[in-house]
């Protein structure tokens, strides 16, 4: 599809990442959402974190990941130079801790099936770990260095998306989209809180709101629900990592990502609960309970914030990007736990489709028409 | 002292408090505060609980708490009529509750100590105290019944104050007072933000910041630090319970104070750390694992606010109602946990003051001059 103007629905990260693409590529684009720069970006870690989050059976996402976290540096400086702000990447890694035996066989297993995939990651005892991140403490008994996995502080991210966006002539519209409009074969507009708006071409990046949007989206987005925390440095405390830790507590996933001004970010529960975004007592103090026995130096620390997200999920955790439905229509979706680190090849994928040309090769995987063969 | 215009210092629950009842007894009331509503009357719990806060030693603040207690139920009859608005009061009373057996013998002394003062409380075991109450858990083995401990929604409370002050034509200026200011016999104003503003009589009701505003009360205020958490019931989950709920657990203090919305405030942590109104990852934490060892069900409340307030301590815990220093200079303060409490009799004290009337009996108790005396 060859097209010179565009309408996204949803100013999130990936939202904005394709619109600033797409406009610098040419295309006149227009961005509507209710609230831009909200929702799960908003909430978001900021991890870019494709070997720590692998799974084994999930092979192209990780193929994906691994994609998308070597073009962030490049994504990141482009990104300085079209806004004028910084980025907000963090270059310093991640580290893996574990507490129990079990959560070490589990680090042990996934250390195995990165080594098979030719993804060698480097397995540290508990002392050696501490060296790295003397934050960590005395329950930590080994786990892993990955330096390539990366971190995003996800709210200068997003103005910095916002900001070269619109040096690039985008407009965003602070406005609700309900429906993409199609006359059975072409896309002729979207239904907005405030009227029709014709489009000839839509591209739906609204997150976990993407199902209602559009029938052919109809069961391939849904809410993920994930809780997260922002805690703050104080004077006196024990100073933050500077690397994201991650862990497995008592096999209970937990994060801490580091902001460059000594704030972390704790994440994150995990929940399917239809389109709740309320931060609950059992959430909260799982996940104070579960960083305090990596970081117990945090007890000194600040709370700042406490807020729920929205993750996009998909049927099968990859995205969905690519053209879907009627002509005229393209989606960015999906992204469930890795809109940050999958917005660079998003953005480069949806822009060499207006383009007309293929999608780079790992997102290919990624093509929204995988669930159609499935439905016939 | 007898005067026909005030400019009261603070408008907190104390300020507002004094200065609607000051206004209604025809004095012209100017309240001064940058924020008004807001501090640590906006951030409290609301508990009107003399008998269950009661301490071997501080025999006059039970008697001045009970005597505010027994004045709370008329007094928010009279600040509704005042104000056309609800006053926030809830009658059902309090339940304490005990877990370990060390949790349960200090229950013990304290109802021998209330029962020696001529104050009978029903001690109640685990499964009457849950047959009262049935969201405490297994955990809880005995406690207290006390149904004249009350409890009133601060936040309510503070919005019908300050109707019922504004109708009685008190006039609220946002502005923040650095200084009382006197001749060296006779108070001649007060120092602002914006400039000196005449006063011949001021009533420092400033809560934490008390100390700063005038010499006599140099060190006789200090900021207790108290974090605070406001939850509310989702559906699905337990129901809240109908009292107040305040409970030891391994020696630790925690309460439950309902709203009518079905929310919950958990509270209090204490410390002493100065001017400092972070909320910190130990005290969430703290607050969360023991308010759900009482009451389980909360897992699945939504967390709505975490905030910290400081509270106003005295050097003797009983608050500073009266003269002090310079002619003209009348303070109400130093009311530490105890301000919502003692609201109706410090109101009603300054009124009587200002009419050149000696204040009610419990009062006297907290007559500033008793750290004049010391200090000779």
């Known amino acids: 599809m060859?097209?010179?103007?565009?309408?996204?629905?949803?100013?999130?990260?990936?939202?904005l990442a394709c619109a600033w693409r797409a406009a610098e590529?040419?295309?006149?684009?227009t961005v509507l959402d209710p609230a831009p720069a909200s929702g799960a970006s908003w909430v978001a870690g900021g991890m870019l974190a494709p070997v720590t989050e692998a799974w084994p059976g999930e092979e192209e996402l990780?193929?994906?990941?691994?994609?998308?976290v070597a073009r962030w540096p490049g994504f990141a400086e482009e990104l300085v130079a079209a806004s004028g702000r910084p980025a907000g990447l963090r270059t310093e890694g991640t580290v893996v801790a574990a507490t129990g035996t079990g959560d070490r066989a589990e680090l042990d297993a996934?250390?195995?099936?990165?080594?098979?995939?030719?993804r060698s990651v480097e397995r540290l005892?508990?002392?050696e770990l501490r060296r790295l991140e003397p934050a960590l403490g005395p329950d930590v008994r080994g786990g892993l260095s990955v330096p390539g996995d990366l971190a995003v502080d996800n709210r200068v991210l997003l103005a910095a998306l916002r900001a070269a966006a619109q040096r690039a002539g985008v407009t965003i519209v602070e406005r609700a989209v309900r429906a993409v409009l199609d006359d059975g074969s072409r896309v002729t507009g979207v239904r907005t809180d405030d009227g029709d708006v014709q489009a000839g071409a839509v591209l739906v990046a609204a997150g976990a709101h993407s199902a209602g949007l559009h029938p052919a989206l109809d069961g391939l987005v849904r809410p993920v629900k994930g809780e997260i925390l922002r805690i703050a440095h104080r004077p006196g405390a024990f100073p933050p990592p500077r690397r994201t830790v991650r862990a497995l507590v008592d096999g209970r996933p937990v994060y801490a990502v580091p902001r460059d001004d000594g704030g972390l970010v704790l994440g994150a529960t995990q929940a399917e609960l239809g389109f709740d975004t309320e931060v609950t007592v059992g959430g909260v103090r799982d996940l104070l309970r579960d960083a305090e026995r990596i970081l117990p130096g945090i007890a000194e620390y600040a709370l700042l914030e406490s807020a729920a997200g929205l993750r996009p999920g998909s049927p099968d955790n990859l995205p969905l990007v690519g053209a879907l439905g009627p002509d005229g229509l393209l989606v960015a979706t999906?992204?469930?736990?890795?809109g940050m680190l999958l917005a660079p090849v998003t953005a480069d994928a949806v822009a060499a489709l207006l383009r007309g040309e293929p999608v780079p090769d790992p997102v290919r995987a990624a093509d929204p028409a995988r669930f159609s063969y499935a439905r016939r």
Do not use: D, K, Q, W
């Open 110 to 118: 996934l250390a195995v099936y990165l080594g098979r995939l030719g």
């Open 334 to 338: 999906g992204h469930h736990r890795n």
């Open 2 to 15: 060859m097209t010179n103007s565009l309408t996204v629905v949803g100013a999130g990260v990936i939202g």
């Open 25 to 29: 590529s040419g295309v006149a684009v």
């Open 125 to 127: 005892n508990g002392r």
């Open 62 to 68: 990780l193929e994906l990941g691994v994609a998308s």
